[in-house]
């Protein structure tokens, strides 16, 4: 990245935490200047998180790049979805399974559209994700959090928020905390008014890309007595306007990498991942006077069971019927001897799915 600065200077480091967002119309190049703010924190031995992208799942173009050799990669997952790499070498977890040491462990974590069922579990995913982060009270190596469409970042703290007003604190909260947490957040949009004034004024480099017809918002009209604007209006898209929040600025440009996905391209066969999709899980429903057990619960019911908890046990820590769970153990030992497999379990992929289960014992047949 290169920078020539006009008025004062404030090179980032890369090295520390801290937050860059870039704003700019549509194919202006923020994906790929987010992608280059990836590499340098991963030069720096930063993990790069990338976690959000469009739903053609453009951020998995980082495993065709140069980058991923000799790395330690991690593929983010929805449960019920089964993702093989035929190329890398390289580990998929569900959010349930990822710890703290994975940020210290791993140099890419990636999570994208198409390794989940829907939108609703990823961002549900991702928004658990990033609670574990809160809990990342001491660090050795830094980590970048790549967010396309920051609005996306947002969303993903409904699942965690009662109202708007929850959300928006979250949010707040996590742009005060993250670089005490040791993250640095990489964001891009294509409105900054889409982005609330708090959470805009805890951005440490603001890179402008094209503007198109629609010009600079009002705040930050002053750049075109500094850049001339018909530049501002149609500037490449491996180039931009550098806002520091310490005052400074500058133009610069940057190597406009050629791994990234293009339109159309169908980038899960590109970079040689098999996805399989299984049945979306079912969840408890309320019926009025009662509510039904949903299949994680069922899991649940069969290892509390399992382990050796009576009914009562079990009634006192899921407040569910004794009549409830022995119907459901007697449905899960029913299908096992019938059909060889409980469905429940094999569709939520339950270690006890080929397994008839009895109080503190889980028989093979």
Same mark, same amino acid.
């Given at each position: ?192 008014? *889409? ?19 629609? *010009? ?150």
């Amino acid at each position: 990245m290169k920078i020539i600065w006009r008025r004062d200077k404030d090179n980032p480091s890369f090295n520390k935490p801290s937050v860059y967002f870039t704003l700019g119309q549509i194919n202006s190049g923020k994906s790929t200047l987010l992608e280059h703010i990836g590499i340098n924190h991963l030069e720096k031995g930063a993990t790069v998180l990338d976690l959000f992208a469009s739903v053609d799942g453009e951020n998995l173009a980082w495993l065709r790049s140069d980058f991923v050799k000799n790395k330690e990669i991690l593929l983010l997952k929805g449960e019920n979805v089964d993702v093989e790499s035929k190329v890398l070498s390289l580990d998929v977890k569900t959010v349930e399974n990822i710890s703290l040491k994975d940020f210290e462990r791993y140099d890419f974590i990636i999570s994208a559209h198409p390794l989940f069922l829907n939108r609703e579990h990823e961002y549900y995913s991702i928004g658990k994700l990033i609670d574990l982060l809160y809990k990342r009270l001491k660090w050795n190596k830094l980590v970048c959090m790549i967010a396309r469409e920051a609005s996306s970042l947002w969303y993903s703290r409904v699942k965690y928020s009662d109202s708007q007003t929850d959300m928006k604190n979250a949010a707040l909260t996590m742009f005060k905390e993250m670089r005490h947490l040791g993250v640095s957040l990489a964001l891009d949009s294509l409105r900054l008014q *889409g982005i609330d004034i708090e959470l805009r004024t805890h951005t440490d480099y603001l890179f402008v890309k094209s503007q198109g017809i629609d *010009g600079l918002p009002d705040n930050l009209t002053f750049l075109y007595s500094f850049y001339d604007p018909s530049w501002i209006r149609s500037m490449k898209s491996w180039e931009f306007a550098l806002v520091c929040r310490k005052g400074a600025l500058g133009i610069g440009h940057f190597p406009y990498h050629d791994w990234h996905k293009v339109e159309r391209e169908d980038i899960v066969n590109k970079v040689g991942l098999r996805i399989e999709y299984g049945k979306e899980l079912e969840k408890p429903k309320d019926m009025g006077t009662f509510k039904t057990i949903g299949d994680k619960e069922h899991l649940e019911i069969m290892s509390l069971y399992a382990s050796g908890l009576g009914f009562n046990k079990i009634h006192e820590q899921l407040n569910r019927s004794t009549k409830s769970l022995s119907d459901h153990i007697h449905k899960h030992n029913n299908a096992v001897s019938r059909s060889g497999f409980c469905a429940i379990c094999r569709r939520a992929e339950g270690e006890y799915s080929q397994k008839v289960v009895k109080r503190g014992i889980v028989n093979n047949d």
